[in-house]
């Protein structure tokens, strides 16, 4: 069958941990006899240089004909300061990618406040209270006078149907198949009431799977207390992007911080981290976070495509990641280790 995979480096330390991905699902791939059509775009700083336009219309063309990408993080430092040309690609938007999938794991050599943590979060990021998000013109947000601000906040039938049904999915392929669906219903009854009548609908399409449903301030308290007991956790935009933070503090920060955003038909594997300007070029920056990301990505594709070749491949990276952590050999400094951003990319080649 196939796949085909645009790579978009990004900035700073995006040219270091994206090559290493891009070598690790190669390798996978390899194993497992999956063919990979790799589609190298320009972007962020290279896209500047090259065509002037941090979000090229050639990167715009190319994505729209693959099934999946590897997005490195875009950095400011990496451009002329005040250039105006620069932006942040609003790509999630613009290929209503309408979910962000965030696990957070621990590992038992790994310091983290908690140990036992296996969690997947799924954020719905086009609509919720995020200005940018949420209308098609102008922003949610504006000020009639001095006085006044006033910002609005969307949910639709179709948003939380369709992020609720991506969480029912993903809990049926794990073991405690439970999704926690976190909102404030008794407070926002519209909104959240929204939210959570589509958990409930499309629980009934799950059986083999539990629905339970958790106040968004009762969780941010459950995560610090008691992580272990959550598996899969869906929410809206603005609650998700504060408990998806307080996750990936759970169990070791940005290092351990792969993401996945979805769409019905493609996805894009995008670390939480940044460009990291303060380490770029030293050979330093942890890639597991964007091993991760392009590992869910080829998981997700497996999945939706039914491309065992895939989901075999994605399988491998998850067992050789796990060893080289487990080794504890061949790890960079964030993680205690001493060895380099391609030495930690090797030890995991060599794993698989
Ligand atoms: P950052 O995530 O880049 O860095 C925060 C700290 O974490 C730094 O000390 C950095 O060295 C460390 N760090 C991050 N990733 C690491 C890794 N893989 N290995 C080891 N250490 C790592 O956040 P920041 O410094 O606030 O932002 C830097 C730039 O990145 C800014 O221009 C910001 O706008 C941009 N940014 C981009 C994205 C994105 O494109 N997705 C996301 C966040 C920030």
């Not at 990291?276 to 964007?290: H, L, T, V």
């Not at 999945?303 to 994605?314: E, M, W």
């Not at 067992?319 to 080289?324: E, N, T």
Request: glycine share 10%; aromatic share 6%.
């Amino acid at each position: 069958m196939g796949l085909k995979i645009a790579i978009l480096e990004g900035d700073d330390i995006g040219l270091e941990v994206v090559p290493e991905t891009v070598k690790v699902m190669k390798a996978a791939a390899a194993k497992t006899g999956l063919a990979i059509d790799w589609l190298p775009l320009p972007v962020g700083r290279k896209g500047h240089v090259a065509t002037g336009h941090t979000m090229p219309q050639v990167l715009l063309d190319g994505l729209k004909t693959v099934d999946g990408w590897l997005q490195g993080p875009i950095g400011h430092n990496a451009y002329p300061r005040d250039d105006p040309t620069w932006i942040n690609p609003p790509l999630r938007k613009r290929f209503e990618l309408y979910a962000s999938v965030k696990p957070v794991k621990s590992y038992p050599n790994i310091p983290s406040v908690h140990k036992g943590v296996d969690i997947v979060f799924l954020r719905e990021v086009t609509e919720g209270m995020q200005s940018g998000s949420v209308v098609f013109a102008g922003t949610g947000e504006f000020r009639p006078n001095d006085e006044i601000s006033i910002g609005m906040r969307v949910v639709t039938r179709k948003g939380a149907n369709r992020v609720a049904r991506a969480a029912f999915e993903i809990a049926r392929t794990r073991p405690r198949k439970l999704v926690t669906a976190v909102h404030k219903e008794p407070v926002f009854r519209l909104v959240c009431g929204m939210f959570a009548e589509e958990c409930r609908k499309v629980a009934l399409e799950f059986p083999d799977c539990k629905l339970e449903e958790v106040l968004v301030d009762g969780m941010a308290m459950k995560l610090v207390m008691t992580p272990q007991r959550f598996d899969v956790v869906v929410t809206t935009n603005q609650f998700g992007d504060i408990l998806t933070d307080e996750g990936a503090g759970l169990v070791g920060g940005l290092g351990l911080a792969p993401g996945l955003c979805i769409g019905e038909c493609q996805a894009m594997a995008q670390a939480t981290h940044g460009s990291a300007p303060d380490i770029a070029g030293q050979g330093i920056a942890n890639p597991y976070s964007m091993i991760m990301s392009g590992q869910m990505l080829l998981e997700w594709l497996g999945r939706k495509r039914g491309d065992q070749a895939a989901s075999k491949a994605a399988a491998l990276i998850v067992q050789a990641v796990g060893k080289v952590i487990a080794e504890a050999k061949h790890l960079t400094p964030d993680l205690g280790g001493k060895a380099s951003t391609s030495q930690m990319g090797d030890a995991i080649v060599a794993a698989l």
